[in-house]
């Protein structure tokens, strides 16, 4: 079955400790694994994709990585605005192209 | 200028009744998905069009039945409403990869 986990479930940071989330996939087929944030009620906002294995991608302070198993969202220096709940999400290469989610990550930096 | 919007953004309403929720984007996508996120906020496909024509129906009580107009519209037709049918509702749109989510509908009922 395609799964996609996330983990913790929850994360507490002072500012500028840096930490990483953890996202790992069991799928049929990757297209694609995305990550998004959330903030309290609004809905996902796009961040990355990432396509293959050993591909990077950076924004301010966050740096997506992705292996054959998992990604890791990192996270440097944070900030207490970075505080929002983290999804992750594997696009299928079947099945109409299904997008999974995961549960996500509640991150929060305090200052 | 708003990329992808529904309305209404809360909906509060009785069990039984007949309730839609609509959604449109002007980002110029093929695709267009409902999703439906719980209390323990975990976000579930329901359906997915691309130009007008269904493409994926996930396990979803035949009380949800959406409707595509046009490529820019998706709506979300909901009979006889149940009380586990409370939830947040997220339109989102698609090229070929990353979705564009709105700002979600949130449905409760009583």
């Known amino acids: 079955e395609d799964q996609v986990t996330q983990s913790p479930e929850a994360l507490r940071l002072q500012e500028g400790e840096s930490s990483s989330l953890n996202c790992s996939y069991t799928?049929?087929?990757?297209?694609?694994l995305f990550w998004y944030r959330q903030d309290p009620g609004k809905g996902p906002e796009f961040l990355f994709t990432?396509?293959?294995a050993g591909e990077e991608k950076e924004k301010e302070r966050l740096k997506a990585t992705l292996t054959k198993k998992e990604s890791f969202l990192h996270i440097t220096a944070p900030k207490p605005e970075d505080s929002a709940t983290y999804l992750c999400?594997?696009?299928?290469?079947?099945?109409?192209?299904?997008?999974?989610f995961g549960a996500g990550t509640r991150l929060f930096v305090k200052a | 200028d708003t990329a992808v919007s529904q309305t209404p953004k809360y909906l509060v309403t009785q069990m039984g009744n007949d309730k839609s929720i609509k959604c449109e984007q002007n980002?110029?996508?093929?695709?267009m998905y409902w999703y439906k996120q719980d209390s323990k906020k975990f976000l579930k496909i329901m359906f997915s069009y691309n130009n007008k024509e269904l493409i994926i129906n996930e396990t979803v009580p035949n009380r949800f039945s959406p409707k595509s107009p046009d490529k820019a519209h998706l709506n979300l037709h909901i009979n006889s409403l149940e009380l586990g049918d409370s939830a947040v509702y997220f339109c989102?749109?698609?090229?070929?990869?990353?979705?564009?989510f709105g700002p979600g509908t949130r449905l409760t009922v009583t």
């Open positions: 989102a749109s698609s090229t070929n990869y990353e979705q564009y």
């Open positions: 999400a594997v696009r299928l290469n079947t099945g109409g192209f299904k997008t999974i």
């Open positions: 990432l396509y293959s």
């Open positions: 980002l110029g996508h093929d695709t």
């Open positions: 799928v049929s087929g990757l297209r694609g």
